[in-house]
């Protein structure tokens, strides 16, 4: 099974700042089963990324999708107050799925 | 619109058997591959199982922990998507969720519904 790594757990920042959150895989996965979410406190997850960099239909262009291989991130590139959120990655392959133990983001 | 609704959650004793239902709207559901992903109080993502459309087989997976205790269904004439869950651990507590496999190879997971809770206490 691949394993997924989140880091950091937390990030705290300010609004209109930067965030770069990373996941990365126990074995090199293909990029275009490489997906994220976003969890709001009491709410359903929902789609951001998918195939590593292409955002889903009303995802905000502050929201990007890099890497390959075994890293991959989700930038914010400016914060806004309602980014605050649990952030998973999530990937695909024969033997199933799996998903990061999230990375949570609060308004410093 | 596509919309996900699930129901069937509850409180249930370690050993038990309880059946949770999606009902889906605003898409073909019948073409659709559909997911069940759970989440432990305060914990992250765990996916449970798939279904494929019966056109393409209706074939299931499941994760390894539920292999064997939970069947995913589905009955294409009411648009309804059913997890049985049998044996049930303490370790199975946490929201459920239907959600649609879609994407490359039915990939990704969107849109997902709003959960329905199980607890298993004794």
């Known amino acids: 099974e691949v394993v997924l790594t989140q880091s950091p757990g937390t990030l705290s920042l300010s609004p209109g700042e930067r965030a770069t959150l990373s996941c990365r895989a126990s074995q090199r996965i293909n990029s275009d089963y490489l997906a994220w979410y976003q969890q709001k406190p009491g709410q359903a997850p929902r789609l951001l990324i998918y195939a590593a960099s292409s955002r889903a239909t009303g995802i905000p262009d502050r929201f990007s999708g890099g890497g390959s291989g075994t890293h991959f991130t989700l930038t914010i590139s400016r914060l806004e107050p309602e980014d605050i959120a649990v952030y998973y990655c999530q990937q695909y392959d024969s033997r199933g799925f799996t998903f990061g133990p999230g990375t949570k983001v609060d308004i410093k | 619109e596509v919309q996900l609704a699930e129901s069937g959650g509850g409180l249930m004793r370690p050993g038990g058997s309880l059946t949770l239902s999606c009902t889906a709207s605003?898409?073909?559901?019948?073409?659709?591959?559909m997911s069940w992903v759970r989440q432990a109080p305060g914990k992250g993502l765990e996916w449970v199982g798939r279904?494929?459309?019966?056109?393409?087989?209706?074939?299931?997976d499941y994760a390894a922990p539920v292999r064997g205790r939970f069947t995913i269904s589905r009955d294409d004439s009411q648009n309804t998507l059913y997890l049985q869950m049998r044996r049930l651990k303490t370790e199975d507590t946490g929201v459920y969720y239907c959600t649609i496999n879609t994407g490359y190879s039915s990939s990704w997971f969107d849109p997902w519904g709003q959960g329905t809770l199980v607890a298993v206490s004794s």
């Open positions: 605003g898409f073909t559901f019948n073409d659709a591959w």
């Open positions: 279904i494929k459309s019966k056109t393409k087989g209706g074939t299931t």
